[in-house]
Nanobody, 126 residues
Framework: QVQLVESGGGLVQAGGSLRLSCAAS????????MGWFRQAPGKEREFVAG????????DYEDTVKGRFTISRDNAKNTVYLQMNSLKPEDTAVYYC???????????????????WGQGTQVTVSS
């Protein structure tokens, strides 16, 4: 069992930055591919970014490319999402998730992920 805890959310003005963290307890994150998802009110949960075990392959949803950066520190059992140039449409609850599959591919579908954090709210004001 992997427990994931997100932190770093908050209220920020458009154009600002936030860094989200996802810390794992009880088990090493290095065995998992990791993803960040978000869910805005009234919308489905959507993929934001993903990273494989060693961090050398990453993938991003088109609207966040060039603004968001996913990274991981396996020694600290932590995954990060650096979010720059934030826009009001980035407002959502952000979740980190762990994917235990062994395929060298980043999954965009939420059903591929085995463990989820509780989420952290990000609100971007205009």
């Amino acid at each position: 069992q992997v427990q994931l805890v997100e932190s770093g959310g908050g209220l920020v003005q458009a154009g600002g930055s936030l860094r989200l963290s996802c810390a794992a307890s009880a088990r090493s994150l290095s065995s998992y591919k990791m993803g960040w998802f978000r869910q805005a009110p009234g919308k489905e949960r959507e993929f934001v970014a993903g990273i494989i075990w060693g961090g050398n392959i990453k993938d991003y949803e088109d609207t966040v490319k060039g603004r968001f950066t996913i990274s991981r520190d396996n020694a600290k059992n932590t995954v990060y999402l650096q979010m720059n140039s934030l826009k009001p449409e980035d407002t959502a609850v952000y979740y980190c998730a762990a994917d235990a599959s062994s395929k060298v591919a980043i999954n965009w579908g939420s059903t591929a992920y085995d463990y989820w954090g509780q989420g952290t709210q990000v609100t971007v004001s205009s």
